[in-house]
């Protein structure tokens, strides 16, 4: 006899971790689909990094570097996509857990853990696309002051700090998430639900952050140098 058996209908581990594997995937091609037939892209919705990017000249120059930069660039757009349609299932997993607790007086076991997993998961992963976009909190006190030279000059000052948290943060996820595999860890909950894919995602996300500024650092010093040619010029 089943644990979980007498709570209802209980969202098997396996069906979870294929759906987000999957469900955005089905999204990307759907929306592929639709550029295709001329529809409205999915994609084009109002993102924090677009407002931003219209107030950053340097930002909005849309200087896109070498193959190297452009590769980790889309990598970075596409993981921001990917887990951006994972707020569909959050939205999905409360209407059901709404429905059933107040309609059928049968609360969950399962939606509340199932989706602050879910949003954890993808605040980790998200930090690469919103660094591409320029979304992340900046101090602009001085930074506003300079000139677009010196704003770029900045930003290859600043990554000292970047990379530094950046490399933290990777080797502490790769700790943790080699931990909980070893351990076969599982959440606390009745559900109990592997933990070790969550710590991977947060290994992951750091190592799409760390990626994402890479590409940044290396766009800033070509572009530093480009814009002291054109002053010379």
């Known amino acids: 006899m089943s644990d979980l058996e007498g709570f209802g209908f209980v969202l098997p581990h396996w069906l979870y971790w294929g759906w987000l594997a999957v469900m955005p995937l089905l999204m990307m091609a759907w929306d592929r689909w639709a550029i295709r037939r001329g529809e409205k892209r999915l994609e084009h919705f109002p993102v924090m990094g677009e407002v931003q990017a219209d107030e950053d000249p ?16 889309w990598i970075s757009e596409k993981s921001g996509v990917f887990v951006a349609f994972w707020t569909i299932n959050a939205v999905c997993f409360y209407f059901f857990e709404v429905v059933m607790r107040y309609l059928f007086n049968m ?30 909190v900046r101090v602009d006190v001085v930074y506003n002051k300079l ?6 000059g900045m930003d290859i000052f600043t990554s000292v700090f970047f990379f530094t948290f950046a490399f933290a943060l990777t080797a502490t996820s790769w700790t943790f998430f080699h931990d909980s595999w070893e351990m076969h860890e599982v959440t606390m909950e009745t559900w109990g ?29 070509m572009l530093y140098i480009r814009l002291g040619r054109e002053a010379q010029a």
């Open 58 to 73: 340097v930002i909005h120059e849309h200087f896109e570097g070498n193959r190297l930069t452009r590769a980790i660039d």
């Open 107 to 136: 609360p969950t076991i399962w939606v509340h853990e199932a989706s602050y997993l879910l949003l954890g998961m993808q605040y980790m992963l998200a930090g690469a696309y919103a660094l591409l976009h320029g979304a992340h």
């Open 147 to 152: 000139p677009e030279r010196g704003r770029v």
């Open 193 to 221: 639900i592997q933990h070790w894919p969550v710590k991977g995602m947060m290994l992951l996300g750091s190592i799409l952050l760390l990626l994402a500024g890479f590409s940044k650092f290396l766009k800033d010093i």
